[in-house]
């Protein structure tokens, strides 16, 4: 079946520093890329998503890139804060239509301070 | 807006008992909800699609007769697990998709139901 193998599966940073977190997925019909943060006791929360027609997308100190070649996209953090300590996971689907959305296994992030 | 709401958000209950799980889209109409369960420390786990009116698409292995899924409205599902054992205890979510703008293509998820069957 499809999936989406993500890494690192815990991720350690220092305060201000970057986190990057990659993702694979193996459908090559995928479009549609989220990227959801969960904190603990508490469900996900979509914090940015790309479609398959752009590269990159940014949102403040988040941005997520895309290589729909090597079927590659990753998550990147800059200026990392302690509450940035979460659970990411990514996930791929095909839209529209009822199509499943695979997720990634998660990346648990420590942001020390 | 896309706010997905989950009542309650803990649970205790014996086993043998049923115990019922609501989701609702506050600001949206959610043609399609999602059940998921979450295991400690583990990725979400599909348990179950369901569209407005019909009945709810199980993943294999989930016991469709244990847990029942109802989704009469555009903006409310339900799950009931029934007679819960202590294998059942988990922590369960929803989410859900809508219609037009960006809750076509995104779920939204529920904050999420801790269910501890003892």
């Known amino acids: 079946g499809e999936n989406v193998e993500q890494h690192p599966s815990t991720l350690s940073v220092q305060e201000g520093d970057s986190a990057v977190i990659k993702c694979t997925y193996s459908?090559?019909?995928?479009?549609?890329f989220p990227w959801y943060k969960q904190e603990l006791g508490k469900g996900p929360q979509l914090i940015i998503d790309?479609?398959?027609?752009?590269g990159e997308k940014k949102d403040q100190r988040i941005a997520v890139t895309l290589n729909k070649t090597a079927k590659h996209f990753s998550l990147h953090i800059t200026e990392t804060q302690p509450e940035d300590s979460a659970v990411y996971f990514c996930?791929?689907?095909?839209?529209?239509?009822?199509?499943?959305?695979?997720f990634g296994a998660g990346t648990r992030l420590f942001v020390k301070a | 807006g896309a706010v997905v709401s989950q009542h309650p958000s803990w649970v205790i209950c014996k086993s043998g008992t049923s115990v019922k799980i609501e989701c609702r889209s506050l600001?949206?109409?959610?043609?399609?909800m999602f059940w998921y369960r979450q295991f400690p420390k583990q990725s979400l786990m599909l348990m179950a699609t369901?569209?407005?009116?019909?009945?709810?698409?199980?993943e294999q292995g989930v016991e469709k007769d244990k847990f029942l899924i109802n989704h009469a409205s555009l903006t409310l599902s339900t799950l009931t697990v029934t007679s819960a054992h202590p294998e059942d205890s988990s922590f369960y979510i929803c989410?859900?998709?809508?219609?037009?703008?960006?809750?076509?293509?995104?779920?939204?998820f529920g904050p999420g139901t801790r269910l501890t069957v003892l």
């Open positions: 369901s569209n407005e009116g019909s009945k709810a698409t199980y």
């Open positions: 996930a791929a689907s095909r839209t529209p239509g009822g199509f499943k959305t695979i």
């Open positions: 989410s859900a998709k809508g219609v037009g703008g960006t809750t076509t293509d995104t779920q939204y």
């Open positions: 600001d949206f109409q959610a043609t399609t």
């Open positions: 459908d090559s019909a995928s479009n549609y």
């Open positions: 790309i479609r398959s027609n752009v």
